[in-house]
């Protein structure tokens, strides 16, 4: 858990620093190029350095150790931050379409911006793969939804540049400036999408869900290789972060004693571990065979997967 979260500090790090310099880069040459659309793509990388810097607040946050308040630890401060990017994104995204848009209805007659405008944005695209690449690799190595997030949106940021870089191209080719203009106000649209579905995709964590049902099938598959096991249902899975949090009921011949039943539970757990890969916890509860409950209403059984 420390290493994990040397890891995210690490790249936190790494992603604030590179976000300064583009950021910095893109707003002082957009300024003097009198290019729109290169302050706008400055702009995005600068709410780069904040989301950058929450995710290195959230690292010495799920470094901590599960306690009395937060028996299953505090793994989910990623989820948690991946909201908040999602926020911290849309608003400037909206903040950007306002501006932007204010522009486009004032009709003014607008100045060509400069060339110096294009080499900085190659600058920024090869400057922001290299980011969203590195965030999206450490992302997946130490399982954190927020530095994939991250990741996320600097990829959208690298279409952004790109969408500057030929909305520029443009510009030259057909002596018409409004299209700095209209290229910001498009990148604007952008940003608050890619805000959207980062938004969305961490739903399904906070509400106890997983993204990929197909993992009940193997959980299932796991159980039931193990022998003495009868009628594995009402399986639970959620997620905490981007592991598995593994409730189950089996039932068992009523006859074994206490030690034999155990036995079962432990060779159920050891192979959904050795089957699954990122397995937080499992819980397995014990029935004798036939036992019905009619009040039991949560959890996934073999004829749900049939449905």
């Known amino acids: 858990m420390n290493d994990r979260g040397k890891y995210i500090k690490k790249a936190s790090w790494i992603s604030i620093l590179g976000n300064i310099f583009l950021s910095s880069l893109k707003i002082t ?31 010495n946050i799920i470094s901590k150790p599960p306690d009395v308040r937060f028996p299953y630890g505090y793994e989910k401060a990623d989820t948690i931050a991946s909201k908040v990017l999602a926020f911290i994104i849309f608003f400037a995204g909206a903040q950007l379409a306002i501006s932007t848009g204010s522009k486009l209805l004032e009709f003014q007659v607008r100045e060509m911006p400069t060339t110096i405008a294009i080499y900085v944005t190659i600058i920024s695209i090869v400057g922001k793969l290299l980011l969203a690449l590195y965030q999206y ?55 608050m999408w890619t805000a959207i579905r980062i938004f969305i995709k961490s739903n399904t964590e906070l509400m106890d869900g997983v993204h990929d049902t197909g993992i009940y099938k193997k959980v299932f598959k796991a159980v039931e290789e193990v022998e003495g096991v009868h009628h594995p249902h009402r399986v639970r899975i959620r997620q905490i972060n981007n592991a598995y949090l593994i409730a189950i009921d089996i039932e068992v011949d009523g006859s074994l004693s206490v030690t034999d039943s155990h036995q079962i539970a432990h060779l159920v757990d050891e192979n959904i571990k050795n089957k699954l890969d990122n397995v937080y916890d499992i819980l397995v509860h014990i029935e004798p065979i036939g036992t019905i409950d009619k009040d039991e209403q949560y959890g996934v059984s073999t004829e749900d997967l049939a449905k």
Not at 150 to 160: K, L, R
Request: without cysteine; glycine residues 6%.
């Open 29 to 59: 040459v957009g300024i003097i190029s009198g290019s729109l659309a290169v302050i706008a793509d400055g702009i995005d990388s600068a709410s780069d350095i904040v989301t950058s810097i929450i995710t290195l607040i959230t690292a």
């Open 137 to 191: 690799k450490v992302g997946k190595k130490v399982n954190s939804s927020m530095l994939i997030a991250n990741a996320q949106n600097m990829q959208s940021d690298v279409i952004i540049s790109v969408s500057v870089l030929i909305g520029l191209i443009f510009i030259f080719i057909f002596k018409l400036p409004i299209l700095d203009v209209i290229t910001a106000f498009s990148v604007s649209g952008w940003i």
